[in-house]
């Protein structure tokens, strides 16, 4: 399994943007698929984006597609979450997340079953 570490997280106004990092660890990152999870405080963990270990393939939740960027730098073995135009009902820890060879055709809520390794969080803030 690999290690994963957020960051980037923190407070920000409404209509403003963060972007959050995930750095993996170990040669073989790169054949993992990673996805991004959030969970605002007494809510479920949803599905936020993800994108396939080939980096053919983003899959995005409804509520963020338009807004947020997932994006990789294999040679730095980091993912990345740009958040642009961030509301007040995006605040929530971020979690990424990590698939050996995830190769699904759709991800959502119930992909988190089937990640092989988490990160700690990161907490974004969004104020009105």
């Known amino acids: ?8 997280g923190g407070l920000v106004q409404a209509g403003g943007s963060l972007r959050l990092s995930c750095e993996g660890s170990g040669r073989t990152f790169n054949t993992y698929t990673v996805a991004w999870f959030r969970q605002a405080p ?6 936020v984006a993800a994108i396939s270990w080939t980096g053919g393939s983003t899959y995005y939740a ?34 990424c997340a990590a698939e050996r060879l995830g190769s699904s055709s759709r991800y959502g809520d119930d992909s988190q079953y089937n990640m092989d390794s988490w990160g700690k969080g990161t907490l974004v803030t969004v104020s009105s």
């Not at 007494?42 to 599905?47: A, D, L, N, S, T």
């Not at 294999?74 to 605040?91: G, I, V, W």
């Open 62 to 95: 409804d509520s963020v597609k338009g807004r947020f960027t997932i994006s990789k730098d294999n040679a730095k073995n980091t993912r990345y979450l740009q958040m642009n135009s961030l509301k007040p009902e995006d605040t929530a820890v971020y979690y």
């Open 42 to 47: 007494g809510k479920e963990r949803e599905f």
């Open 1 to 8: 399994q690999v290690q994963l570490v957020e960051s980037g």
